[in-house]
């Protein structure tokens, strides 16, 4: 499977056997997957997006009060999911084309991407055990 790099968003051909063994990346030499959730501008964006692992997006904003108490829930959703999918972070301040691309209208704003195509969105920040309960239903 192709996989886009956690550090430097190079793609990477793996075998899916090898996910959990902490594979590094063949350019950086870094961690291939993240347990954190990554900031992303476009291009990095387009990287992640044309991989094979699903993406949870999380459109949000430095000035935005219910982005930053959803944070931390977004953080332990990433660690919980470990190799099954990437946490990918969208500052829609710096990164106007992408909400624009999507139609964020409100943020937060979550959204589950799987070979680049959306499956589902959630407007507005959600509790962690809903959070945890609607990533594990949309990877199965
Ligand atoms: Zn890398």
């Known amino acids: 499977m192709i996989i886009a790099c956690a550090h430097c968003h190079r793609k990477n051909r793996i075998d899916e056997q090898r996910l959990g063994e902490a594979p590094n990346c063949g350019a950086c030499?870094?961690?291939?997957?993240?347990?954190?959730?990554?900031?992303?501008?476009?291009?990095?964006?387009?990287?992640?997006?044309s991989a094979d692992?699903?993406?949870?997006?999380?459109?949000?904003?430095?000035?935005?009060?219910?982005?930053?108490?959803?944070?931390?829930?977004?953080?332990?959703?990433?660690?919980?999911?470990?190799?099954?999918?990437?946490?990918?972070?969208?500052?829609t301040e710096e990164e106007q084309a992408l909400a624009a691309r999507f139609g964020i209208r409100s943020i937060p704003t979550l959204m589950v991407l799987r070979q680049g195509a959306e499956v589902t969105r959630v407007a507005g920040a959600l509790p962690p055990g809903e959070f945890m309960k609607w990533v594990y239903q949309q990877l199965g």
């Open 53 to 91: 692992l699903p993406l949870i997006l999380d459109f949000w904003a430095p000035w935005c009060g219910p982005c930053l108490q959803f944070a931390p829930t977004f953080e332990k959703a990433a660690v919980a999911a470990g190799p099954k999918a990437q946490f990918l972070k969208i500052n």
């Open 29 to 49: 030499k870094q961690p291939l997957l993240s347990n954190l959730p990554i900031p992303v501008n476009s291009s990095a964006f387009s990287a992640h997006a």
